[in-house]
T-cell receptor, first 113, second 118 residues
Framework: RKEVEQDPGPFNVPEGATVAFNCTYSNSASQSFFWYRQDCRKEPKLLMSVYSSGNEDGRFTAQLNRASQYISLLIRDSKLSDSATYLC??????????????FGQGTILTVHP | DAGITQSPRHKVTETGTPVTLRCHQT?????MYWYRQDPGHGLRLIHYSYGVKDTDKGEVSDGYSVSRSKTEDFLLTLESATSSQTSVYFC?????????????????FGDGTRLSIL
């Protein structure tokens, strides 16, 4: 089982749609979680951290479910500019891997007119 | 954007030649990282540094070495490049990182280096 798993997609949605991505992680002791966004041929950029109580940043909402070991990202009112690959990132806990990031392979989102 | 500069941005070289990639930061962050990104594998950690002259291995460190002689510079060297090292290489920085009592600071990435080894 991969440490961090994401549905690779692609997700193709019209402008204005709501789309949700899920991500599961295998290490129950993981402490910190992030969503990054990566545009084609560009570097990953931090989209948002994911907090235990859930958090929202404009049209983006992140949720964490520790019991089921998954995190989610909800995008409301999709824009063309939201088209990108979304990376689920988990910070490892315990042992020599403490503090290291494990990246999912990413979910591709395409928003069309 | 975080002050991270990678050089070169693109490089094509031949198998068996040495290659050095440079990462330069202006943020004075303690931690610096080298990743490679390949289709089907996502981002994988090669090496990281937690201070001047302090480095440690990541999950795919074979065939790579690193050096950090100044806080702002982190070098990645392929002593004898192989075709399997063709990849996109990203440098990242963070204020806190592996081994610290708290490590919830995200990492910020440079623009990447596209390396092709023929």
């Amino acid at each position: 089982r991969k440490e961090v798993e994401q549905d690779p997609g692609p997700f193709n949605v019209p402008e204005g749609a709501t789309v949700a991505f899920n991500c599961t992680y295998s290490n129950s002791a993981s402490q910190s979680f992030f969503w990054y966004r990566q545009d084609c041929r560009k570097e990953p950029k931090l989209l948002m951290s994911v907090y235990s109580s859930g958090n929202e940043d404009g049209r983006f909402t992140a949720q964490l479910n520790r019991a089921s070991q998954y995190i989610s990202l909800l995008i409301r009112d999709s824009k063309l500019s939201d088209s990108a690959t979304y990376l689920c990132v988990v910070m490892n806990a315990g042992g020599t891997s403490y503090g290291k990031l494990t990246f999912g392979q990413g979910t591709i989102l395409t928003v069309h007119p | 954007d975080a002050g991270i500069t990678q050089s070169p941005r693109h490089k094509v070289t031949e198998t068996g030649t040495p290659v050095t990639l440079r990462c330069h930061q202006t943020e004075n962050h303690r931690y610096m990282y080298w990743y490679r990104q390949d289709p089907g594998h996502g981002l994988r950690l090669i090496h990281y540094s937690y201070g001047v002259k302090d480095t440690d291995k990541g999950e795919v460190s074979d065939g790579y070495s690193v050096s950090r002689s100044k806080t702002e510079d982190f070098l990645l060297t392929l002593e004898s490049a192989t075709s399997s090292q063709t990849s996109v290489y990203f440098c990242a920085i963070s204020e806190s990182g592996p081994g610290q009592g708290y490590s919830n600071q995200p990492q910020h990435f440079g623009d990447g280096t596209r390396l092709s080894i023929l």
